[in-house]
Structures are given as C-alpha cells and as structure tokens.
C-alpha cells in the first residue's frame, strides 16, 4: 500500500512538473490582469473574499449573542442558589422563612452580602420570592411568622435549559427555573 502511495506521490510530482515546463515552452499568457505592471485581484475575487468574511461575521455574532444568554443564565441560576443559601440560614436562626425577600435583607449575620441585590441581570427585576405555610402551592401565603416553604423564580432566556420548568410561569420568550424549599 506504501508503495503505491509512492508511485503516485512520485506520478504527480512529474506531471506538475511537466506542466510547468511546458507553460515556460508555449509562453502560456498569465490570467491575472496587470495594472501598471503589478499584478492585482480580480472584482470576482475581492467578492467572494468580503463575502466569506460577511458570512463568518454573521455566524459569530450569532454565536457571542447565544453566549451572552448562557452567561445571563448561569447568573441567574448562581443568584437564586445564593438566595436559597441565605433563605437557610434564615430559617436556622429565626425558624421561619421570611414573609418577604425585604426582610431577608435584614439579616446580616454572616448569612448573606452585607447589601444583596437578588434581580435579574439584564432587566433588574426581582426575582419572585413566595412563602408559603405548606408545600402545597394552594396554601395560603404567609405574612409574619410560619413560613415554612418557599419557591424562588427566575425568567431564563434560553428555551432550551435543560433545568427549566415543566410548567412555565413567566411570560414572554422566557422560560422559568423554580427552586424550592429542601
């Protein structure tokens, strides 16, 4: 096999060759057009060159702009497991979850930022804190003490998550990620 690969490597090196010398001996005329004795590219040439370059221009910016919207939701989804954090460590010193994310901002012994700002990266919204006195969803929100089950929820751009919601609760081209009391 080798061997044949040879032959033809070597077949080829003297056909090129061959075409070459007789190039020399017909004095085959040069397509490129000259321009005051400098060779120059043709219009059909610079064309496809700044379409190329238009084409991957394109399939970059695509890719940065799906990039940006990962990125966006990674933040999210770190921003709702420090609120979760900090949920728990409430609930361990006051053996209740807070009735709103307002009071959560109150506790600041070593169990959150000194000034949290849980919102959402591209609009600053807030993300949506329900207490509840129940896992179930039907129980009725608690105000003040015996909030004893939570959800967080953030708006992800990515319709594609793969930890997004069964059930989508935020409107518009969003899907949400729930996160709920242990």
Do not use: W
Not at 6 to 11: A, E, Q, V
């Amino acid at each position: 096999m080798s061997q044949l690969t040879l032959l033809l490597g070597r077949f080829i090196i003297k056909l090129m060759l061959t075409l070459l010398d007789s190039r020399k001996k017909f004095k085959i005329a040069d397509p490129t057009p000259k321009i005051g004795g400098l060779r120059g590219f043709t219009l059909i040439e610079l064309l496809v060159v700044v379409g190329i370059i238009a084409i991957l221009t394109a399939l970059g910016a695509v890719s940065y702009s799906g990039a940006q919207v990962r990125a966006r939701d990674t933040q999210r989804k770190s921003d709702v497991a420090v609120y979760q954090s900090a949920l728990e460590c409430y609930f361990a010193s006051k053996h209740s979850y807070p009735a709103t994310g307002a009071q959560l901002a109150l506790l600041n012994e070593n169990c959150t930022r000194e000034n949290p700002a849980f919102v959402d990266p591209k609009t600053a919204a807030s993300y949506i804190y329900n207490p509840y006195t129940s896992s179930a969803k039907t129980s009725p929100a608690c105000s003040g003490t015996g909030c004893f089950y939570y959800e967080i929820v953030a708006c992800l751009e990515n319709t594609n998550d793969s930890q997004k919601d069964a059930v989508d609760t935020c409107a518009g081209a969003t899907v949400s990620y729930t996160v709920k009391a242990p």
